[in-house]
């Protein structure tokens, strides 16, 4: 098995390209995607159709807001998702094309599970919009909770901050081991880090591929500039969500 799992890409187009091209060149056999497929960005109707023929994909937050209305936003997000739904329900775009588009997400489980491994978009115990920061190490009762729904190793994405936290209340970011982690008898929690949005300091877009017994964490250059102008050049985006993408924050 060469697996690689990707999570939000939120419209990025440029870097899901980079990032599908890169897991190319790995020789994976699967690809995963942990949801939040749109908003904030773009390219919401090329990213879907690229997802599309993932092996696997699961519902994220800014999916279902796009599906129903957006609860729990903040003004930018909230905008960048009616935006978003505007350009799935466009007129000028192919009918059945947009039904294909609307049906994939309304299809979208919150979770899968299988061989040990649990995939979410959010946390084991909140699929969809609980968020696990590094900073959650410290909150013990919050952690033996989500630990105690995992059977071997969960994979989440939702921070947009890569890294994987042990059982034993330890978070590893990918720079403090050499972007590999090797996979035993404990318990792990892996953010998986995002394709379209990065928000670790690194503006790299980021996945992971999974191998029978190592994590490998990927960063990948993508044509930033090209996907911030085109935020600017929507008013309805915020140009901080363009900002944000040079700085990875």
Known sequence: MKRAIISDIHSNLEGLHAVLEDIENQGVTEIYCLGDIIGYGPNPRECIDLIIKCDACLLGNHDQGALFDPEGFNSGAERAIFWTREQLEDPKENAKENARRWDFLGELPRNRKEDGLMYVHGSPRNPLNEYVFPEDIYNQR???KLFGLVEKTCFQGHTHVPGVFTEG???Y??????SKYKL???KVMVNVGSVGQPRDGDPRACYVILTEETLQYQRVEYDRETTIQKIYDIAELDNFLGDRLLAGR
Do not use: T
């Not at 970011?173 to 050499?178: A, G, I, S, T, V």
């Open 142 to 144: 919050k952690m033996e």
């Open 169 to 171: 209340l330890r978070f």
């Open 173 to 178: 970011p990918p720079e403090e081991m050499d």
């Open 184 to 186: 035993g008898e404990e």
